[in-house]
């Protein structure tokens, strides 16, 4: 094999490649030996016509094109790998052309990983917004633990406000059923408003098992038109009927269900947790901000390979968290109006953003020396078998030190990003829109 000309423009290489006969012949008769079982020639057996008499009537290079696949991951390692071309994706064979004394010339065109030239990344202005956690955040999280410890309790009484009626209900327009105004089982909070003015009150003083007829009339502006303004009966059973137990929130409650003597050691606590959950929320956003920041100032040619092979790992990821619903990709896609090529074109822009951070980030991580040292290497495997629970043989199985010390690389670039980058109050607007957020 000879390497004639290698051509690079764009994050694309065309390497021209001169092969000898002697190789092509090698992949000419493997390509032949796979496809003669399945020729059959007059005055042969199907699978023994001889590669000569096949050659003579459908041409002598019948196999060339098939045999250069036979041999392209040998002509694959000589012209590029070989050739310190840093290639991405699938490579192509554009051009083949076949000499008279057998020696065949290919164009491979290929994508290379991008060049990229960086724009500032360090000492980035930065949007950072202030945490802070609320009264009615903390009084929430203490009704949340409220709810959690509270009791049921059967009533054998009649029912009054406040109290949860199991029931069974049918509504009826003159006589006639009508469409969703059935169920069983329903557990009804009465006095919740859930249901038509003057349902509930009328289920009030009603005791277990018993039947009851009740008169209503549907608000004029009532979401079913057919049934708005209307009068109508339910039969209504009362089939159990419950109150909840919501203990008082005061020092017991805190004694009760925490390590706390008090309700504002409690509170503080709360509020303590809350502000830390929402300070690593923002440090997250902080950095995804300042990393996007960096890429978009650096100057490349993006492959789209690589956008490609990042749309193949979202697509790959939403699948797998969609199989915990009981969910195929298809039946997703269906289920929002659209199918697979959609949903790759929805995923798109943030693959190509995300295939701008990683080179932008590759890049920083050579520019800047960065180094893992094989103590940081084995301590990520101990985090990693930590995290899921395996032993870290099993992991260092899984997962390759490679993978390992990349990741523990892109740590360190993202860090020399962010750590440098210097945090500015967000825009008015912005302010707006975090506080709607919240």
């Known amino acids: 094999m000879n390497v004639k000309q290698i051509e690079k423009e764009n994050s694309r290489a065309k390497i021209t490649v001169e092969l000898e006969k002697e190789l092509m012949e090698k992949g000419a008769n493997q390509a032949y030996l796979k496809a003669r079982k399945d020729i059959q020639l007059p005055g042969f057996r199907k699978g023994k016509a001889p590669r000569k008499l ?7 290079h019948v196999f060339y094109e098939d045999g250069l696949e036979e ?3 040998e002509i694959y390692q000589f012209a590029v790998k070989d050739q310190d071309l840093n290639a991405v994706g699938q490579p192509s064979v554009v051009k083949m052309d076949i000499a008279d004394d057998g020696t065949t010339t290919i164009v491979v065109e290929t994508d290379l990983y991008p060049e990229v030239t960086l724009g500032q990344y360090k000492g980035l202005e930065v949007e950072r917004v202030t945490a802070s956690v609320s009264e009615e955040e903390v009084e929430n999280e203490l009704n949340r633990m409220a709810e959690n410890v509270s009791s049921t309790e ?3 009484r009649p029912a009054e406000m406040g109290d949860t009626a199991n029931i069974d209900f049918e509504g009826f327009d003159n006589g006639v059923a009508f469409a969703g105004g059935k169920g069983t089982d329903f557990d009804l909070v009465l006095g919740s408003g859930s249901f038509i003015p003057g349902f509930e009150e009328q289920v009030v003083g009603m005791t277990t098992g018993e039947e009851k007829e009740i008169s209503v009339t549907f608000p004029e502006d009532y979401h079913a038109k057919d049934l708005a303004g209307k009068p109508v009966i339910f039969r209504v059973k009362l089939n159990k009927l419950t109150v909840k137990h919501v203990p008082a929130i005061d020092d017991e409650f805190a004694k009760d269900v925490s390590e706390f003597e008090t309700l504002q050691a409690l509170r503080e606590d709360i509020q303590a947790k809350k502000l830390a959950e929402k300070e690593k929320d923002i440090q997250s956003a902080f950095s995804s901000a300042a990393v996007q920041k960096a890429a978009e100032n650096a100057k490349m040619d993006m492959p789209q390979s690589l956008i ?8 790959d990821g939403f699948a797998y968290r969609l199989q915990s619903s009981g969910l195929s990709m298809e039946q997703y896609a269906k289920m929002m109006g659209g199918d697979m090529s959609t ?13 701008r951070v990683d080179v932008t980030l590759d890049e920083i991580i050579k520019v800047e020396n960065l180094e893992a040292t094989q103590e940081e290497v084995d301590a990520e495997y101990e985090n990693l078998a930590t995290e899921y629970g395996m032993e870290p043989d099993r992991v260092k199985a899984l997962v390759s030190p490679e993978d390992v010390k990349h990741s523990l690389l892109t740590k360190k670039a993202v860090a020399v990003i962010t750590d440098s980058a210097v945090a500015v109050a967000p825009k008015a607007e912005n302010q707006g829109e975090e506080a709607t957020q919240e």
């Open 54 to 60: 096949i050659e003579s009537i459908y041409g002598a």
């Open 71 to 73: 041999i392209f991951p």
């Open 154 to 156: 059967t009533l054998d």
């Open 308 to 315: 490609e092979q990042e749309l193949d790992r979202k697509m």
């Open 343 to 355: 949903m790759r074109n929805a995923m798109r822009p943030s693959a190509e953003t995300q295939a």
